[in-house]
Each structure stands twice: as C-alpha cells, then as structure tokens.
C-alpha cells in the first residue's frame, strides 16, 4: 500500500488517519473476532521522537497487543510512516493491575461473549469440528508417537497419558490430532462431555467471567464439569499470567478427579517464556511428544491419502514433486493440492508435472498477511487480465466480474468494510459495492463454475 501520510506533518488529524489507515490492514490481517477484540477502542494519542503512543482499554489488552500484535502493528505503522521506531502501550485509565469487574465493566472494551471460532460446522457444544478424525490422519515415522499416546488416551481417558501435551511447528497435525481424540472419544459415548477450545479463546472467557463477577460461578463451574477438556496453542498465554493462574486451578480440579486434559503447543513447556515451574510440573506429569516436521514417505502418504479423499487421481511423479518441494506445513500442502485439483477441473485435464511446477512457482511465496493489493493481484492473475483495469471505470465484462469477485472475497472473507473496499478499488461507491458482493453471493448459488473459480482463488490466498 501507498504512503498516504506525510511524514513530516503528525498532528492530531493526521494521527486520527494514520491509526484508521492501519486498522484497514490490521483487519486483513487477523479474524475479526481478534480485530473486534483486541483493536477496538484504540487509538493512538500522539506520535512523539519516532514512538508512536496507542492508547488501549485496560492491563490485559495492553499485554495482548504488545506481546502478540506489537510485529504486526509495528511493521504497518511503518509502512505508513518509516519514521516511526517503536510502540508503546498506554492504558486510557489507569485501573490497577488487577483485571478486576467493576469499573472495568463499565469502561471496558466489550469483548466479543463469543469468539467464533472459523468453521461453520463446528459443533457449538464442544467446539470441535468432525473433519478432525483418526480416519482420515495419516500416520508415519514422524507422528506415529504423538498418535499412539492420543490412541491410548481415547482408550483409558484420564487414566494413561493425563494430561497429554502435544507440541510441535505449525501445521504439523497439532489441532487434528487432538480434535480427533475429542471426536473419538464422543463417538463412543456421546454423553462424554468434551470441549476443546484455544488458549485465546479460553483466556476471552476467563476475562469475560471477570468483568462480569462471574469467575467463581460460570467460569468454574463451566470449566469443571467437562470430562476431557482440550485446549490449543497453549504458548498464547506465556504472556496472561491470570489467565494462567485460573487455568493451574482448574488443571488441578479436573485433573483430581481424572478428567483428562490435553494440550498443544507450538514448543516445549520448558520453552515457553514465563510459564511458572507449578504449570510446568504439572504437564510434566502426563506425556510430552514432540510432532516434528513430517518426513518425505509420510509428506507422500498425506497426498495420496488427501488425493484419494477427493477422488482426484494424481501421477506418483507429482506426488514426488510436491514431496520434495513442500517440506514441514502440511497446511500448505494440502492448499497446493487443492489448487491443483481444481486447476485441474477447471481445465478438465490432468495437470502435467510442469503445470504443477509453474502453479507452485506461483503460489509458494512466504506468506505475509495478506493486503488489499494481494486479493486484487492474485484475483487479476486468475483470469489473466491486468492488475490496472480493475481500478479502472471500464464495465466490459471480463473486468467487471473479476472486479466484482475482489469485492465480494475483501467483504466475505477479510470482513473489509463497504466504504473501504470502493476507497480502495478506485473509489467507487459503496452502494457498489454492496450491489457487487450480492450478485456474486447471487451468481454462487447458481453457477457451479463460478464456485470452483472462488474456490481455487481462496486457495490460492490462503
Ligand atoms: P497444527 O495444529 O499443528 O498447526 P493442523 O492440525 O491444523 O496443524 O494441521 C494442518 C492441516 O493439515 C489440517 O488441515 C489437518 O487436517 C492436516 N493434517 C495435519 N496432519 C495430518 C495428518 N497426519 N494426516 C492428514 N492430515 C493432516
Ligand atoms: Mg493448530
């Protein structure tokens, strides 16, 4: 994106637009529920000597931008003005240390009851999703462990493995493994009560309780009555130390009681900063397994296996191919495989192993968050017209389509407001925008085409 702000005039309005300026990349950027969460009522009050002072609503939002959005807001600050050096986090009123109800609920940023969690078809009790399942994780050298121990654990839960602490790199099969022990475990007995949940999430619920003076009766009593209880990405809370302190108690509750607990996280306890030796004693307790980077025969399996699920037949050279290319996130691997069954579709034909190389030429670039100017480019690409039209009057057809289509993936899937997305495509209204957005979510409905060419675009973004 453009610089927009004069860097050598920061007043007051200009500090008002800068912050509404990242904001707009902020929310491409993470969920909206984060946006809505942590970004709401913030503002920056002065940009003073190169630092720029955000003000935010309270102890723990500070602590959650700085230890978890500082990079982010940062790097786009910059983008803006590259004078700016550093962040700091000013509390608007200065209500203690302790995140305490009372005035807070009246002040406080109203934090989102619920934070949706991304599938619609998650099950709202539980929160786990039924994609998640044993029968469709591969096994091999590399999970094979972390898999025996999460089998032993649907076999005698809170008994062999208690708790069962899984961590490992990104994409490496964290979250399906042990989602697949939730879904087992319910599939046996539904009236098992489990509940997965991310350390954020929880972390949310907890400071919801306590703003409501509700921490002792319903998150307590929530938290406790579950029979397994998982929680993700539990190195998100090295930086919530009450958070931490409510989940050491509930750990003992549920665990005096063998309900079984399972976590992961994305290194090992001893490895995240700040966790107290109490918390890491007691994971100790149980199982720690390590699910390092898939090795090449199991990378090949897991294509096979995902290839087979969609009924796609691919050459074992590809399988190879990809094997060798994409090394470590099988996230990433399974987005390339999709974009090349549907590039195969769309084509209906086999994609030929240099397809698959140019396609992957394309597509593996580190993934950064992804702006405005990513949706349009990767869109345009697609059907191969110039990035330049799209901003243009011009209403021939092959522009106005692609062009309604960004519209509709900035508003469906990064949740950029109306107004924004005309601003930012050349200054339309945002009346058109709307009538783009609902022609599309029209045109969906009825033209299968159509959704394969959304679907291989959002592949491709992802
Ligand atoms: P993590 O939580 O470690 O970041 P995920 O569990 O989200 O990783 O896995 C990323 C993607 O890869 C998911 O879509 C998941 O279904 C898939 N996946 C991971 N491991 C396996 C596996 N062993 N077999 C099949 N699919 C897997
Ligand atoms: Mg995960």
Not at 246 to 251: I, K, P, R, S
Not at 292 to 313: G, V, W, Y
Not at 388 to 395: A, E, G, N
């Amino acid at each position: 994106m453009s610089k927009t702000i004069n860097e050598n005039v920061i007043d007051e309005i200009n500090v008002k637009e800068l912050w509404e300026n990242t904001l707009v990349d902020i929310e491409l950027s993470i969920s909206k529920a984060n946006f809505s969460t942590w970004f709401k009522d913030t503002h920056i009050i002065k940009v003073e000597n190169g630092i720029a002072y955000l003000s935010v609503q309270n102890e723990f939002v500070k602590d959650w931008l700085s230890n978890k959005y500082h990079k982010l807001i940062l790097k786009i600050l910059r983008d803006f003005i590259g004078s700016i050096r550093g962040v700091e986090y000013t509390i608007k009123k200065d209500i203690g240390k302790e995140v305490v109800a009372e005035e807070e609920h009246k002040i406080g940023v109203n934090i989102n009851k619920e934070l949706p969690l991304t599938d619609f078809y998650i099950n709202k009790d539980d929160n786990l999703n039924p994609r998640y399942t044993f029968e469709n994780f591969v096994v091999g050298p590399f999970n094979e462990l972390a898999h025996a121990a999460a089998q032993a654990v649907v076999g005698k839960p809170g008994i062999v493995y208690n708790p069962l602490f899984i961590y490992g790199g990104t994409g490496h099969g964290k979250t399906h493994l042990i989602q697949s022990v939730g879904n087992q475990l319910k599939k046996r007995n539904p009236d098992t009560k489990v509940f997965y949940t991310t350390s954020e999430k929880f972390a949310i619920d907890y400071i919801n309780a306590v703003r409501s003076n509700k921490v002792n009766t319903l998150f307590k009593e929530k938290y406790r009555k579950y029979d397994v209880l998982i929680i993700d990405d539990i190195q998100f809370l090295s930086n919530m130390e009450k958070t931490r302190e409510e989940l050491f108690h509930l750990f003992n509750a549920l665990y005096d009681n063998n309900k079984q607990i399972i976590f992961s996280s994305d290194t090992h306890p001893n490895m995240i900063p700040n966790l107290e030796d109490r918390l890491k004693s007691r994971f100790s307790a149980g199982m720690i397994i390590d699910v390092p980077t898939p090795d090449h025969e199991s990378r090949m399996a897991i294509i096979k296996s995902k290839s087979l699920q969609n009924k796609f037949i691919i050459d074992d050279e590809v399988v190879d191919y990809l094997a060798l290319t994409i090394k470590g996130n099988i996230r990433e691997l399974e987005g390339i495989l999709n974009s090349i069954i549907c590039q195969s579709q769309l084509k209906d034909k086999a994609l030929t192993l240099n397809d698959v190389k140019a396609l992957i030429k394309n597509n593996i670039k580190p993934k950064k968050s992804i702006s405005v100017k990513d949706v349009i480019k990767q869109v345009a690409d697609f059907y191969q017209i110039d990035e330049s039209v799209i901003y243009k009057k011009t209403r021939v057809t092959e522009v106005v389509k692609p062009r309604q289509l960004i519209m509709y993936i900035l508003r469906e899937d990064f949740h950029v407001s109306y107004p924004t997305i005309g601003q930012k495509l050349g200054g339309r209204d945002h009346t058109t925008v709307i009538h783009s957005c609902e022609k599309i979510k029209k045109d969906l409905k009825v033209d299968s085409g159509l959704v394969k060419e959304v679907d291989q675009i959002r592949a491709m973004l992802s």
